[in-house]
């Protein structure tokens, strides 16, 4: 059940409380007692209901991101919808917080636990696919799926079908919906809020199992509630079952240009949109970054130091692949670009689409010891020459090292700023800060792909204004009135005495 409007309207901005130690425990005691069933079986226990101090850490703490860790008190690992929603139950009844762990490679803090420690659901482990409708061009599946194997079963079936949503490799089609997600495709196929989540099956923080349309290709059945819960970040619900929507898997070949600065290539990818070519991808790497690949990448090429853009091109046939390198190459020349390659095999391409991927591993190996914050910022593509000028002269005015990536086709660019001490951490988080008010300025956003998590939500007023944040906190408190559900993130907080990372809100 909801809760009355009135209720909502009052208090939006009250803290929520939590269940003390005490009731903490006795949660897991009943979480223990649920999982074991009617055998009482310890190894039960051990799989579905883990108190083990590894497993805690596991789950409280990441590599990907620069927050102070903080473990969960317990970890579950369900199988079923219906085992969701007991977690949820014990959850609500002793007031404990709840946080989802999945695919773990989120990068703005997403999945740390609540100050007070809570339950962490991994739902990594719910990863079967149910159904494949090849007719349809759908699949239905439990959110532990992770896009690479789903890409890799519908191969080995022979299916001509793909998900083109592509974040980091190891990403789960839940946390790639409860991020609101995108990749290097996005420039030809979107992001996870177009439409290729058909529906979610979802329990909600009162218990309550909700499918949030059917499997039709499209439906005008009141409004969207699968968009309510792609970018939620796990702060509204649990998500334990989806469809989404395939696309017909075409040939695809890469090429990469150099260029004489960002700005140039910039305008060749408005061109080379404009020609309507066959563009997959087109992303835009500066020098630092070329330098880190040629350093220590992957495969053994090695690249003319210079701001680039790789491209992949997608055909239905190798000729209408050969006639979009030809148009791309005419465009990128036109724009002073210079030393065109187009890969001449498919382990060619692969290899150049590799290095371009690794561009997060590449970029930290530059400064041996350091740990990368990455983030990402999104503007309207026109403006993108002027952030990244602007950013790089700001990068090295600050003194610090940071590799530049862009989904340069979409406006979306990351950087992945380099530090070892804390005095450098400081200088990078005002860094990140000049960043992304930067983009805000340029009618853009503080994210445009990774999230809020605990990282950006800071400048969501700034972003979006107060009215629009505020109806965000109303949709929060009717649907998760104790504030359970991930407390801490996406929701700006609400006096400066709050929301440290892992605290309330
Ligand atoms: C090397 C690297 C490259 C990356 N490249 C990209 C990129 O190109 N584009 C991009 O968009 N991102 C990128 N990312 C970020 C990351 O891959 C995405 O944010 C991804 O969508 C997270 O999915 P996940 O399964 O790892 O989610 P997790 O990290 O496990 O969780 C993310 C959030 O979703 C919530 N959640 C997870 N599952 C559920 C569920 N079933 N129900 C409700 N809430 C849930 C969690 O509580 C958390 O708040 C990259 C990360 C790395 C490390």
């Known amino acids: 059940m909801l809760y009355p409007p009135r209720r909502i309207l009052e208090d939006t901005n009250a803290p929520p409380k939590f269940g003390s130690p005490k009731d903490i425990a006795n949660a897991i005691d009943e979480l223990k007692s649920a999982f074991t069933g009617e055998t009482g079986a310890q190894e039960l226990v051990n799989t579905k209901v883990s108190t083990d101090p590894d497993d805690l850490h596991t789950h409280g703490f990441s590599e990907n991101d620069h927050f102070p860790g903080m473990s969960p008190s317990v970890v579950i690992y369900p199988s079923t919808t219906e085992e969701v929603a007991t977690i949820v139950r014990i ?6 917080p709840i946080t989802v762990y999945s695919g773990a490679t989120s990068l703005e803090g997403h999945y740390r636990a609540h100050s007070t420690g809570g339950i962490c659901v991994d739902m990594s482990t719910m990863d079967r696919i149910i159904a494949i409708h090849e007719e349809d061009s759908d699949l239905v599946c439990q959110p532990g799926a992770r896009w690479m194997d789903i890409n890799e079963i519908l191969k080995e079936k022979g299916i001509p079908l793909f998900f083109p949503i592509d974040p980091a490799p190891g990403a789960t089609i839940g946390g790639m919906l409860s991020t609101g997600c995108s990749g290097t495709n996005a420039v030809r196929y979107g992001t996870a809020k177009g439409e290729w989540f058909l529906n979610a099956t979802v329990v909600l923080p009162s218990g309550e199992v909700i499918k949030t349309r059917r499997r039709s290709r499209k439906s005008s059945a009141g409004f969207d509630l699968t968009k309510l819960f792609i970018g939620a970040e796990g702060t509204l619900g649990i998500v334990t079952e989806v469809t989404i929507r395939l696309a017909p898997l075409l040939p695809t070949t890469v090429a990469v240009v150099q260029f004489p600065n960002v700005q140039k290539a910039t305008e060749a990818v408005a061109d080379v949109l404009n020609t309507g070519v066959g563009i997959q991808c087109v992303e835009l790497v500066d020098d630092i970054f070329i330098d880190a690949i040629n350093r220590y990448g992957m495969s053994a090429r090695k690249y003319p130091v210079a701001d680039s853009l790789f491209f992949k091109f997608q055909g239905p046939t190798p000729a209408s692949l050969k006639e979009t390198a030809k148009i791309v190459k005419a465009v990128a020349e036109r724009h002073g670009g210079t030393g065109f390659q187009l890969a001449r095999t498919k382990e060619d391409a692969d290899a150049l689409w590799a290095d371009r991927k690794n561009a997060h591993y590449a970029g930290l190996a530059i400064m041996p010891g350091a740990k990368g914050w990455p983030t990402d910022v999104c503007v309207p593509v026109s403006k993108l020459p002027q952030l990244v000028y602007e950013t790089k002269r700001d990068i090295a005015a ?7 990536v862009g989904h340069v086709g979409d406006g979306n660019f990351h950087a992945l700023i380099l530090f070892k001490t804390d005095e450098e951490r400081e200088r990078t988080k005002a860094l990140v800060s000049r960043m992304v008010k930067r983009a805000i300025a340029l009618d853009g956003t503080c994210t445009g792909e990774h999230g809020v998590g605990i990282g950006k939500k ?48």
């Open 91 to 96: 959850a609500t009844k002793y007031k404990v």
């Open 458 to 505: 800071e400048y969501l007023v700034e972003e979006l204004g107060e009215g629009t944040v505020q109806l965000m906190k109303t949709i929060k408190k009717a649907i998760d009135p104790l504030g359970i559900f991930n407390p801490g993130k996406l929701y700006p907080d609400d006096s400066p005495s709050q929301g440290k990372p892992g605290e309330d809100h």
């Open 398 to 404: 600050a003194g610090l090292l940071s590799t530049i």
